[in-house]
Structure formats: structure tokens, C-alpha cells
């Protein structure tokens, strides 16, 4: 019996060794941030190295879903094929991601002050207790694509945000990436996606209206038949392209 106890204190120690010096990145936005594909076994085997920080703010091997927002239809995201990506050039990092994305909502609800906002920054900087932050993902627009006021200055309204954020982080020249919204949202029935495009675009933009911003196309990615989410195969690709994206900004990744 002393021989069991002995070696799961050794491993738990080993896990908690691991789980020092990460490097971290931030995931936040709305419910294609959060994934909802469909999860396989795949997405159960944890991968070397990369770790979620949980809802109660501890680190455990990254199994999707990683978010909890909505646990009865959290699913399949972009954080494990991002992670695994940046891992191809650097086997030996050690990843961890920190899911703060929520399901539905708008830009407005991610200022300075409001829920999203303080719980993405509170969970952020216990994560940074454990290693330091390398960039954040963001995947959010398509509840702000249904009126004209909110789409056309989605831009400004993010480039505040982001400012904030990366101050109230301490982190001014962190990398940040954005993703396309859908490009089937704008077919959406009654009107929630009419503006999608003119959101898309603000988002492109961004790669030159803010600092050290890069943009991950959603191109040929498929939704899962509701005509908002992208599906499991397109997510897991998603998250290749946002790897891609953030290794054009951080150069140190590839030293």
C-alpha cells in the first residue's frame, strides 16, 4: 500500500512539474471559439505536452471540449490542432490553453467592465502563474453581424477592447490572431447573418488598422448544419490556419 501512495505522489509531482514554464495562449470570443463539433475518440487522446486550464483554474491534459461555457453542447474546438500545429516546430514546448470563449455573445459583452471581459482577464492572469503569454485567439462576430450600426464599426469597437485587454494583461505586444466568420453565416435564415460580410471584412482589416494582429481565413470550411458552427474536420483545420497565422507574427516560435 506505501509502494501505491509513493508512486502516485511521484506521478502528481511529475504532472505538476510539467505544468510550470507553459506557454500560453488565451481563447476567447463566442461559441466557434468555444467548438461545438462533434467529438470523437481522437479528440479524447490527450496530446504530449499541451494542457487546458479548467474551469476551476487548474491544469489537466487538453481533451476536447476544452471550454465549459455551455457544457451540454461544448464540443470539438481550435485550441488542440492550433496547439498541436505550433508543436511541430518545437516538440518539446509545453502548451498551455486557457478557454474563456462564451457561447452567443456579442462584442459588446467582451469591454472593459462586463462579464466576459473580467472573467477572460481574472482566469488569464492565474493562468500566467505558470508560465508567460504568447498570444491570444479570438473567434467572435457573428452576433454582431445582424444590424448595420454593429458591423460597421465592429473594427473600432474591437481595436478598444484589444487595447484594454492587452493592457490590463501587461502584455502590450502580444500577439493576437482573428478568425473569418463562417462564410456560410451570411446565409443564415432571418436575417442574424446579413451583415457577416462587412464583419469579415472589419476583421481582415485589422491585420493593419492594430498592432501585431494576424487573421486566419476560414475559406471552404463547412458548418455542421445549423448554418453557424463549423463542424469538427473544418474546426480542427481552423485551428492549423490560426497556428499559421500566429507563426507570422512571432518569429521567436520558430528560432
Not at 464583419?199 to 482589416?205: D, P, S
Amino acid at each position: 500500500m506505501f509502494r501505491f501512495w509513493a508512486l502516485v505522489l511521484v506521478c502528481a509531482a511529475s504532472v505538476a512539474a510539467q505544468q510550470k514554464d507553459l506557454e500560453l495562449f488565451l481563447l476567447i470570443g463566442q461559441s466557434n471559439m468555444a467548438g461545438r463539433g462533434v467529438v470523437e475518440a481522437r479528440d479524447k487522446q490527450p496530446i504530449d505536452g499541451v494542457f487546458v486550464f479548467t474551469k476551476e483554474m487548474t491544469w489537466t491534459p487538453a481533451v476536447d471540449p476544452l471550454h465549459f461555457d455551455k457544457p451540454e453542447i461544448a464540443g470539438v474546438g481550435i485550441g488542440r490542432s492550433f496547439a498541436s500545429a505550433l508543436k511541430v516546430l518545437r516538440p518539446g514546448a509545453k502548451i498551455g490553453l486557457i478557454p474563456a470563449a462564451f457561447g452567443g455573445s456579442a462584442l459588446d459583452e467582451w469591454k472593459p467592465g462586463a462579464n466576459h471581459y473580467g472573467n477572460a482577464v481574472a482566469r488569464a492572469k492565474k493562468a500566467m502563474e505558470s508560465g508567460k503569454l504568447r498570444g491570444i485567439l479570438w473567434h467572435q462576430g457573428e452576433a454582431d453581424s445582424g444590424t448595420t450600426r454593429l458591423s460597421s464599426n465592429y473594427r473600432q469597437r474591437w481595436i478598444r477592447v484589444f487595447e484594454s485587454l492587452r493592457a490590463d494583461l501587461n502584455a502590450p505586444d502580444v500577439p493576437v490572431v482573428v478568425g473569418q466568420l463562417g462564410e456560410f453565416y451570411s446565409a443564415r435564415q432571418g436575417g442574424k447573418g446579413v451583415y457577416a460580410d462587412v464583419v469579415n471584412e472589419q476583421l481582415a482589416t485589422l491585420v493593419v488598422a492594430a498592432p501585431n494582429v494576424g487573421f486566419a481565413s476560414s475559406a471552404g470550411l463547412k458548418h455542421k448544419g445549423d448554418v453557424v458552427h463549423f463542424d469538427a474536420p473544418s474546426l480542427r483545420e481552423f485551428g492549423v490556419r490560426y497556428a499559421l497565422a500566429y507563426l507570422a507574427l512571432d518569429a521567436t516560435w520558430r528560432q
